[in-house]
C-alpha cells in the first residue's frame, strides 16, 4: 500500500528555517513528480513547490520568492522542503503528495500524506 509520511513540522520564530521530509513506502515513487502543499485554516489547499521524478523540473507557488527549496533523493525514497525566512503567514499543514507527472494541478496528484503542522510565531 502506497504511503507518504510527513516529518519536520514545528513551531519557529519569524526568520527562522524548518526541513520537511516526506518518505515514501509502498511504491516506487522515483517515477512520480512529488510536490508539496499547504492549508491554512479556512483556506483552500494550495500548492507550494513541485519537482519532476528526474529532478529536472522543478516549481514554485508566488509566495515563496526564493525563501523555499525543493529537493528529492530518489535512492531513499524522500522528497524535502528546505524552509528560510519563515513568515507567520507561512503558517499551515503542509503536506506532500505524488502525481504521475509534474502537475501544478491538486487533483493530479494521486497519493498524499497526512499532513505536518508548521507553527511561525511572530
Known amino acids: 500500500q502506497a504511503q507518504l509520511v510527513e516529518s519536520g513540522g514545528g513551531l519557529v520564530q519569524a526568520g527562522g528555517s524548518l526541513r520537511l521530509s516526506c518518505a515514501a513506502s509502498g511504491r516506487t515513487f522515483s517515477r512520480y513528480a512529488m510536490g508539496w502543499f499547504r492549508q491554512a485554516p479556512g483556506k483552500e489547499r494550495e500548492i507550494v513547490a513541485a519537482?519532476?521524478?528526474?529532478?529536472?523540473?522543478?516549481y514554485y507557488g508566488d509566495f515563496v520568492k526564493g525563501r523555499f527549496t525543493i529537493s528529492r533523493d530518489n535512492a531513499m525514497n524522500t522528497v524535502y522542503l528546505q524552509m528560510n525566512s519563515l513568515k507567520p503567514e507561512d503558517t499551515a499543514v503542509y503536506y506532500c503528495a505524488a502525481a504521475g507527472r509534474l502537475s501544478l494541478e491538486i487533483h493530479r496528484y494521486q497519493y498524499w500524506g497526512q499532513g505536518t503542522q508548521v507553527t511561525v510565531s511572530s
Open positions: 519537482i519532476s521524478w528526474n529532478t529536472g523540473n522543478t
